[in-house]
C-alpha cells in the first residue's frame, strides 16, 4: 500500500458512510487510483478498477465523487 501525503475524505467499498484519512496513513486498495489521480499520493500502482468514492475536503461547493 502506498502512504497519503495530504489528508483526504473518502468511502472504502463496504462502506456507507466516507471516513477522514489523514496524511501518514495506508491508502485503502479501493481508492488508490482516485487518490493518485487527485494528487493526495505521490505514484501509485494501478489498482484492480474496483473504486470507492473520493472526496476532496480542500474544496467546497462542489460534488467531488469521483466516476
Given at each position: 500500500?502506498?502512504?497519503?501525503?495530504?489528508?483526504?475524505?473518502g468511502?472504502?467499498?463496504?462502506s456507507?458512510?466516507?471516513?477522514?484519512f489523514?496524511?501518514?496513513e495506508?491508502?485503502p486498495?479501493?481508492l488508490?487510483?482516485?487518490?493518485?489521480?487527485k494528487?493526495?499520493?505521490?505514484q501509485g500502482?494501478?489498482s484492480?478498477?474496483?473504486?470507492?468514492?473520493?472526496?476532496?475536503?480542500?474544496?467546497s461547493g462542489e460534488?467531488?465523487?469521483?466516476?
Amino acid at each position: 500500500m502506498k502512504f497519503i501525503k495530504d489528508g483526504f475524505i473518502g468511502a472504502p467499498n463496504g462502506s456507507i458512510y466516507p471516513i477522514v484519512f489523514s496524511a501518514g496513513e495506508e491508502c485503502p486498495e479501493e481508492l488508490l487510483l482516485a487518490a493518485v489521480e487527485k494528487g493526495f499520493i505521490d505514484q501509485g500502482k494501478q489498482s484492480d478498477g474496483k473504486q470507492g468514492n473520493l472526496l476532496d475536503p480542500h474544496q467546497s461547493g462542489e460534488d467531488k465523487t469521483t466516476e
